[in-house]
């Protein structure tokens, strides 16, 4: 598929997300507090700047995996089934955890990752997503924290990508295309 012409709109300014994620860290230290060890899991790949900062606010004992699922392609439409890529590397058994997901879009890839840790019998498996889509939503998940509620629109950067690129974009923008379709 030949790559399509775009701009990107910001929407969510750097400065923005560090304010939201101090916020968020606060709520997540009060939540886990006298934990002797909190797992955070990130979803690769478009989780890894979010759990970079969130952990780096997080003042509790922390280990850091990461579980990676299929994901789009270069296409911008989810493809519903969920395979697991990479596992994690630990055992969640008895431990407290809790998930990173870039955006919670149809919902699939988060119901999946939870319904799997679950299995694993953790102690506590609580979930934050630095973005959520609800008019997208295809399943009756949701995040316990959210950084931001927003429109259906295909959002790029802050390690969020469209066909691998602008992940390194420091702040979170929508994609709009300015060739005919
Ligand atoms: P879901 O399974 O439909 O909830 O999709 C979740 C995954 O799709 C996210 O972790 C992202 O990797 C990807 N995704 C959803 N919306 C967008 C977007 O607007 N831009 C880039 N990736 C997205």
């Known amino acids: 598929m030949p790559q399509r012409a775009y701009v990107i709109d910001k929407l969510i300014s750097a400065k923005s997300i560090a304010a939201r994620i101090e ?3 606060h709520e997540i230290e ?9 797992v955070v899991v990130g979803l690769l790949r478009g989780s ?8 780096r606010e997080l003042d509790l004992p922390v280990e850091v995996d990461f579980v990676e699922t299929s ?20 055992d969640i058994e008895g431990r407290d955890v809790l998930v990173v997901e870039d955006i919670v879009d149809t919902g699939h890839t988060l119901a999946h990752v939870l319904h799997l840790l679950n299995s694993r019998r953790p102690a506590r498996l609580r979930t934050i997503a630095l973005l959520d889509k609800p008019s ?9 924290w959210i950084g931001f509620e927003i429109p259906d629109e295909f959002v790029v950067g802050y390690g969020i990508d469209y066909a691998q690129r602008n992940r390194n974009l420091p702040y979170i923008g929508t994609v709009r295309f300015i060739d005919p379709a």
């Open 30 to 38: 009060a939540e886990f507090a006298g934990t002797s060890k909190l």
């Open 48 to 55: 890894f700047i979010f759990i970079a900062d969130l952990v």
């Open 23 to 25: 916020t968020l860290s």
């Open 71 to 90: 994901s789009y392609g270069n296409a911008m439409e989810s493809s519903r089934e969920v395979r697991i890529l990479k596992d994690l590397r630990g």
């Open 136 to 144: 997208r939503r295809e399943t009756d998940i949701s995040a316990d």
